[in-house]
């Protein structure tokens, strides 16, 4: 059964510091890997999508690494911001399945 | 662009009750995926209906069901609702124009209440 783990499971950090979330997976055979940033009350917005040959990819402050040999991921927030306050979720799928596997998220709380 | 818009946003039911909630995709899209989400679950893929055919279906039992129309307009009906069936209901989007990494973009998601 593909699985997708996700740690820790909530954090609360400090305005302006960085903090990494880790995910680790074990869907096979691997087509893409994605972290999704839900807001409280709506929909995930896509933040990343990394494909096996991609071992890193930004999107602003949000820095997201892939190490498709150990099967695991990790999203950097850098100096967060009170708006990074959200659940971020890990999403993977595999090749020839349209279906997705998802992370139980890890919520972020960033506090002044 | 407009984005993936769901309706209606917030809905309470009665157990027993069925229930129609409607998603229209971005302009140009052809695949529309339905989830549920709740807090001890996260979110779980129900089924994926491509040019107005199911394409891939998940674990739920038959009372979820959805259809497509011509012009990608999507709906999801959950009949005999269970008090378990409250949840967030997310729609996504994604035009699936080749290749296998495609953007899926979501709703805001219907909030379904049974009692």
Redesign the interface.
């Known amino acids: 059964k593909n699985q997708v783990e996700q740690s820790p499971q909530s954090l609360i950090i400090l305005e302006g510091k960085n903090c990494t979330l880790q995910c680790n997976y074990t869907v096979s055979p691997f087509s893409n890997l994605r972290w999704y940033k839900q807001d409280t009350g709506r929909g995930p917005v896509s933040l990343t999508i990394m494909t096996f040959s991609e071992n890193t990819k930004s999107n602003g402050r949000y820095t997201a690494t892939l190490d498709a040999d150990t099967k695991q991921s990790s999203l950097h927030i850098t100096a967060s911001q009170l708006s990074d306050s959200a659940s971020y979720i890990c999403v993977v799928s595999a090749r020839g399945d349209y279906k997705l596997s998802f992370g139980a998220g890890t919520t972020v709380t960033v506090r002044a | 662009k407009a984005g993936?818009t769901q309706t209606p946003r917030y809905l309470i039911k009665t157990r027993g009750q069925q229930v129609t909630l409607s998603c229209s995709p971005i302009s140009g899209h052809r695949?529309v995926?339905w989830y549920q989400q709740t807090p001890g679950q996260?979110?779980?893929?129900l089924f994926?209906y491509f040019s107005e055919t199911q394409?891939?279906k998940?674990n739920f039992p038959g009372r979820f069901s959805g259809r497509q129309f011509s012009n990608s307009r999507s709906e999801m009906n959950v009949s005999t609702l269970e008090l378990g069936d409250s949840a967030l209901y997310?729609c996504?989007s994604s035009i699936?124009a080749g290749g296998?990494?495609y953007?899926?973009?979501?709703?805001?998601?219907t909030?379904l209440t049974v009692t």
Not at chain 2, 42 to 45: A, E, K
Not at chain 2, 103 to 109: A, D, I, K, S
């Open positions: 993936v695949s995926s996260g979110l779980q893929f994926e394409r891939n998940g997310l996504a699936q296998p990494v953007e899926q973009y979501f709703g805001p998601g909030r």
